[in-house]
Nanobody, 116 residues
């Protein structure tokens, strides 16, 4: 069973950094593209950034200059590095991936809370 599992969230101070991880397991096929999304209460889930061809793309204006997505060599673990965190970055962060033969998949999310 293919699964995406996020980790690395928690309570951080404004101005600090966080590195979230997304582990893709259970698939013998590759991740074609992936992205990180954020959801806050009362709002729709929004894209933070996507990862295509080894590059961070589709970066939300609210986080431009502060985020980078990377992966391990096996391309089964993806990271979201967010710097200079602000209270408005608080939310649940989700990993999304399009996996060959499995389609569009989501993780359960990890909570990031930024205190001022």
């Amino acid at each position: 069973q293919v699964r995406l599992q996020e980790s690395g969230g928690g309570l951080v101070q404004s101005g600090e950094s966080v590195r979230l991880s997304c582990v893709v397991s259970g698939s013998v096929f590759g991740v074609e593209t992936m992205g990180w999304y954020r959801q806050t209460p009362g709002k729709q889930r929004e894209v933070i950034a996507r990862f295509n061809g080894g590059r961070t793309t589709n970066i939300a204006d609210s986080v431009k200059g502060r985020v980078t997505i990377s992966s391990n060599n096996a391309k089964d673990t993806f990271y979201l590095q967010m710097n200079d965190l602000k209270p408005e970055d608080t939310g649940v962060y989700f990993c999304n991936a399009w996996i060959t033969r499995n389609g569009d998949m989501w993780g359960q999310g990890t909570q990031v809370t930024v205190s001022s």
